[in-house]
Structures are given as C-alpha cells and as structure tokens.
C-alpha cells in the first residue's frame, strides 16, 4: 500500500472507530436517556409504557426513602410533564381532561402522585377533580364551615385539605387542576336535616325530590330558596380559598324521573310546589288577575271559562290577565269571550311554568359562578344535551335549559350517546355546536375507555377521531372518567382502609 492510501484510510479507521465508543453496549443506556422526554411520547400524546413504568418504579423506590431515586424520579416527573405540554401545544385538542374522585384512602403518601403521575401518562393537561358530591364536600373537617360533611372524616385527618394537595401535585405535573361540583343536588345527608326541609324541590304530586331518584342518594333544591342559596354559596367560596384553576357546575337541573314521568306534561309534574319557587312565580304576575290565573292554574292544574268570567267581574278596571312575558293584542279583549280566551290561557300559564323552573336553573348557576368570576378563574357548567328537549306538548323531567347557558361560562356538554357507533355521540355535540353563540368555550365530555370499547361506545380514539371534524368550534374534550380508564386502582383506594 502506498503511503498516500495510508493518509486516506486512517480517517476512515478513526471514525470507524469513534462510532464503535459512541456505540458500544454500555454507553447506549445513558446515550438515550439523555433524550428529550418529547421522544417518549406516542401518538395521542402518551408517555410511552416504558417511560411510565421506570417513573412509577422510582415514585415506589423514594417513598422507601431512596434519595438518588427521588431525584431521578423529580426529574422524570418535569421531562413528562414538559412532554405533554409540548405534545398538547401542537396536537388537537389542545385541551385533554379527565374526570377524577378521590377517596379517604388517597390521603396515604404517594397516592395523589401516583394518580397524577397516571393522568400525565395519558398525555391530560387538565384534571377535574370531583369536590362536592353525594351530599359531601372535600374539604378539612376541622375547618369545614359549610352545610355538607367532609369527605375526609378518619379520625386524627380532620386536618388534611385533599382538595389543596390535589391542586399542587397536578401543578406540579404541569395538570391545570378544576372543582368539579354537583349544584342543584344536595345529596341525602342535606335532607336530613330539619331546618333545611323548606328547601327541598316538591312536585304538585306531594313528593319531594329525594322520593323519585331510585337510589335514594340524590336530593334536588328549590332553586329559588334563599337558604339554600346561602349554603352553596358558602360552600363554593371555601372552595374558591384553594384556588382552584377553573370550576365545574355539574346536576344544574331537576331530577331525572323514569317512565311516563320522564316527560313533564303537565303543572303537577313540575317542581313548583316549594314555598320559595311559588313565592317567585307569584311575583312575576303584573295585576291582579295575573296573579289570581297564576294561583289556580298551580292548584288545579288547569283554568276554566268560568275562572276566566269570575274574575272579569271581580277586577272590572283591568283588562287582560297579565304576566312577566305576556303581551296579549290590544283588542283581543274586545274581541274574545272567556270560551275563546281558556285555550290561550292554559297554554300560556303552562309555558310560564315550565319558564319559571327553568329560570331558576339558570340563576342558581350564575350565583354559583359568580365566586369564581370574581377571582377571573374559568367556571363551567356541565349538561346533557337532549336535557332540555320537548317532546309534543311536554318537557324532559330535568328542564335543563343548558340552551340558556351564558356564553361567559365553559359549556361541558355530556356526550355520552350509546348507538355502538361515534354517530350519535358526534350529532349530540354538533347539536351543542349549533346552538351556542359564537366565543363559547365548548368542551365535550365523553365517556369511555382508551383501546377497547365500553358500555356501548367505541373507544375513546374513535370518538375522538370522528370529533375532529370540529376542531374548529371546541377548545377541548375531556373524559369521563379516571376510574373507567384505571378500574383496579380506583377499587383498590376505593375500598381500602387508611392506616
């Protein structure tokens, strides 16, 4: 060989040569763990198995006191959360939440981590985390000043504030943290007590609303009722103290009834009979005759021709009956007999009932709201949508005007439509679409399970697939809920006993 092809093989053998050192087996491990934790991430913004398994085997190794594991294990915990930021920023939606209850177990060291660290897995950036539920709030015992006891009741936790340490291990993960809370239902333990029986929703049929739920656990205010307006009022501005990073309003609405009763056909079937709720509808009447319509038509259920000509003749200087909403012709009076005028009337009495629940709703939520508006955080409220539909002449038991919804407010609509196919989930979210106003913040929840059909609905990477025709109108989706996607831990903090 000559000695010029000696000069030009040797840089050839030395890089041979680097590549072999920057190869070899025992450089490779630490070679690669050195990448961008973006480089674990799948598609949907996951944290690939891999990568979650070596956290949670260093998050179990740190509460054994392994100060080297604790510091790999901190690191791990910001390169996935940065991931997932990175991912979300450049994936639709950009907005991906999961619906979370907690439990007295998940006071235990390490539990609210290890939930967190699996919401961070599944590439969410928002948690809701349900804090006013079943007649019970998530709040520290020995502070607890509201109407509710507190989740958290083990003896020698009374001062443990699950709610503040959920919203900083979420923080900590990069998880924007909201108050997920029930509105109008109270829960059962509310109903129990005495001073707090005239605020309990009652029908024209003699029942309040903790006798028509079939679990008994559900019970359903008087929207109008100062008291319990007080009480839930209190209870968000607690909650508010934790600075949460948004609020949502779940069960704004009446009760879901079953059967016939499903549909609300008539004045009866209305949850109108409460002292506060009539006291308001009273008021809405503009003179006497209004008012007088108002009170036989809630304690018949129907007006007469004869009610009609009574009280012609014992308020001869007014002309027609009259109502907040009501603006009859000018010369229908001169026109039409008390005959004539029943239909119309018995009509517009029962569209003003229907109204007056209605309206309760809607000022029940923004009362609700107003705590978390004040302090600039996001509040929502969460519907079904077919939770205000008419069918003929009737209304769905819940008169839930989610069609009257501020736009100010997160619009969490329940798509939860089972037909076996995405095609009645995608119809009931295009309904919400169509509705709401232009600028309002749409968030559909769905439910399911990622990988693997649930209930009826396809998994949630089909519903998602289908939805991102809409990409353009939703600012996000979340998922129904944590204990579907991880069963076996959820049971386990469920039912295990806290030490």
């Known amino acids: 060989?000559?000695?010029?092809?000696?000069?030009?093989?040797?840089?050839?053998?030395?890089?041979?040569?680097?590549?072999?050192?920057?190869?070899?087996?025992?450089?490779?491990?630490?070679?690669?763990?050195?990448?961008?934790?973006?480089?674990?991430?799948?598609?949907?913004?996951?944290?690939?198995?891999?990568?979650?398994?070596?956290?949670?085997?260093?998050?179990?190794?740190?509460?054994?006191?392994?100060?080297?594991?604790?510091?790999?294990?901190?690191?791990?915990?910001?390169?996935?959360?940065?991931?997932?930021?990175?991912?979300?920023?450049?994936?639709?939606?950009?907005?991906?939440?999961?619906?979370?209850?907690?439990?007295?177990?998940?006071?235990?060291?390490?539990?609210?981590?290890?939930?967190?660290?699996?919401?961070?897995?599944?590439?969410?950036?928002?948690?809701?985390?349900?804090?006013?539920?079943?007649?019970?709030?998530?709040?520290?015992?020995?502070?607890?000043?509201?109407?509710?006891?507190?989740?958290?009741?083990?003896?020698?936790?009374?001062?443990?504030?699950?709610?503040?340490?959920?919203?900083?291990?979420?923080?900590?993960?990069?998880?924007?943290?909201?108050?997920?809370?029930?509105?109008?239902?109270?829960?059962?333990?509310?109903?129990?007590?005495?001073?707090?029986?005239?605020?309990?929703?009652?029908?024209?049929?003699?029942?309040?609303?903790?006798?028509?739920?079939?679990?008994?656990?559900?019970?359903?205010?008087?929207?109008?009722?100062?008291?319990?307006?007080?009480?839930?009022?209190?209870?968000?501005?607690?909650?508010?103290?934790?600075?949460?990073?948004?609020?949502?309003?779940?069960?704004?609405?009446?009760?879901?009834?079953a059967g016939t009763d499903s549909i609300a056909t008539r004045v009866t079937d209305l949850w109108l009979y409460s002292k506060s709720t009539q006291e308001a509808l009273f008021q809405r009447a503009l003179n006497n005759k209004g008012l007088q319509m108002i009170r036989l038509f809630l304690s018949k259920g129907y007006v007469t021709s004869t009610d009609i000509a009574k009280l012609d003749q014992k308020y001869p200087q007014e002309g027609e009956p009259l109502w907040q909403g009501r603006t009859p012709p000018i010369q229908q009076k001169a026109i039409t007999s008390p005959q004539e005028q029943q239909p119309l009337l018995q009509s517009e009495l029962w569209q003003l009932s229907v109204a007056h629940a209605m309206q309760g709703i809607v000022d029940f939520l923004a009362l609700a709201a107003y705590p978390a508006q004040q302090q600039g955080v996001p509040a929502g409220a969460v519907f079904f949508p077919g939770g205000n539909q008419t069918v003929g002449r009737g209304y769905d038991s819940r008169l839930q005007p989610w069609d009257r919804f501020p736009s100010s407010l997160e619009w969490h609509p329940m798509s939860y439509g089972k037909c076996g196919t995405t095609n009645c989930i995608v119809s009931q979210v295009k309904q919400v679409i169509n509705t709401a106003k232009p600028g309002t913040q749409i968030i559909p929840a769905l439910a399911g399970a990622w990988g693997k059909s649930m209930s009826g609905r396809p998994p949630l990477e089909e519903q998602m697939q289908d939805l991102s025709q809409y990409k353009s109108s939703l600012k996000g989706v979340s998922h129904f809920a944590y204990s579907w996607q991880h069963p076996q831990d959820d049971n386990d903090r469920k039912f295990c006993r806290v030490r």
């Open 1 to 257: 060989m000559s000695k010029r092809a000696l000069n030009v093989a040797k840089p050839k053998l030395i890089l041979q040569h680097l590549l072999a050192v920057i190869f070899s087996t025992s450089l490779l491990v630490p070679f690669l763990k050195s990448q961008p934790a973006s480089a674990q991430v799948t598609r949907y913004c996951h944290i690939s198995s891999t990568a979650a398994r070596e956290k949670e085997q260093l998050r179990l190794s740190t509460q054994k006191g392994d100060r080297d594991a604790e510091m790999r294990y901190q690191r791990l915990v910001k390169e996935h959360s940065q991931a997932v930021q990175d991912c979300r920023r450049r994936t639709w939606p950009q907005v991906q939440a999961i619906w979370l209850r907690l439990y007295p177990c998940d006071v235990q060291a390490g539990s609210l981590q290890k939930i967190m660290d699996n919401v961070v897995n599944q590439g969410y950036n928002q948690v809701y985390v349900e804090t006013f539920f079943d007649g019970q709030v998530l709040l520290p015992a020995s502070t607890n000043n509201t109407a509710w006891p507190s989740v958290i009741r083990t003896k020698g936790k009374e001062n443990t504030d699950l709610l503040a340490q959920a919203i900083q291990k979420g923080r900590e993960r990069g998880l924007k943290v909201y108050a997920w809370m029930f509105t109008t239902n109270f829960g059962y333990t509310y109903a129990q007590r005495k001073d707090r029986e005239e605020a309990i929703a009652r029908n024209g049929k003699g029942q309040t609303s903790l006798y028509v739920v079939d679990n008994g656990s559900q019970v359903f205010v008087d929207p109008y009722n100062l008291q319990a307006k007080r009480d839930f009022y209190q209870m968000v501005t607690e909650v508010m103290r934790r600075r949460p990073d948004g609020v949502l309003f779940d069960y704004v609405r009446y009760p879901r009834q």
